[in-house]
């Protein structure tokens, strides 16, 4: 399986007592009908390691009935280790997942040989296609290019990688080392375009949350050569991109990363998507105006 174009790392809609999976069925169907190559429900844009073990299953029963085999389905573990990861992949799977996304292990910084027996722990159990995934703001390390190298060679479910480091050298790295074997994916808004242009196959991205066709716009500019409207199409969004901190890397309000996007899906699209959920803070006013001021100067609202 080759992975290529834009997935889309969705939103969480909440209402006070739980998951609006109404809201969320609306949300999914306009980023199918966009034509979006992939749905994302259980990312990290959509708060997946706050929900769960039955909502992130819920949430992914929807993603399916929505999708309708139109576009790959995937689903995010969310959890720090091997034991939890096996079981939550298996019921993705028995909900009819087509991709898996392994979220590492974090809240100790492991070196190579625990990251290596965890993937290998995980993939002897889990045979199913399956991204690597590294996002360092949430791990607090950032995975050696190496590493999924090596987990790539033995495992032959492995079919991608989603960077979400921020880090453009290592990226270059996934691109040179993995490319011809795996889909190299970019995690960032920010750094989409620039990362197809050197090579990388698509992105796990969440603009496409109030965005529209954009991102599929700026996918077919590079796959068409037409290289510097990919370029201007860019640079006209870098200030909703500083603005929002994608991954909380870079930007003004990093910290609110991904409650801004779920403001900026609200305001597109008139659905509600309620607060963040704890502990998580909302924002307040003056923030909401500058978005709304972006998103005019954009025409999305």
Known sequence: MKIEGVIAATVTPFTKDGVNYE????LLSRIVEAGYQGVFPTSSTGEVTKLTPEERVKVMEV?????????LVVGGTGTGDHISTIEIARRYKDVGVDILLVTPPYYIQY?????????KKVLDKVDMPTILYTIPLATGYNIPVEVF?????EYS?????????????????????????????????MLFVPSLLMGAHGGVLAGPNFLGRITLEQYRLVKEGRVQEAVALHNKLMP????????GLVGKLGGKWPTLYKV???????IDM???????PPIDDKDKKELERLLKELGLI
């Not at 809201?23 to 609306?26: D, E, G, N, P, S």
């Not at 990226?171 to 970019?186: E, F, K, N, P, T």
């Not at 309620?274 to 998580?280: A, C, F, K, M, Y």
Request: hydrophobic fraction near 45%.
């Open 149 to 153: 190298e090596l987990v790539a060679n």
């Open 157 to 189: 479910q492995v079919v991608g990688v989603k960077d979400s480091s921020g880090d453009f050298r290592y990226h270059l790295d996934l691109i040179h080392l993995l490319g011809r074997r795996l889909s190299v994916l970019q995690g960032l808004d």
């Open 23 to 26: 809201a969320l069925k609306i």
């Open 240 to 247: 909703l991109w500083r603005f929002m901190g994608g991954c």
């Open 111 to 119: 070196d190579w040989a625990a990251l290596y027996a965890f993937y």
């Open 63 to 71: 993603a399916r009935d929505v999708a309708k085999g139109k576009t």
């Open 274 to 280: 309620g607060p963040p959920r704890e502990p998580l």
């Open 264 to 270: 900026a899906a609200q305001l597109v699209h008139g």
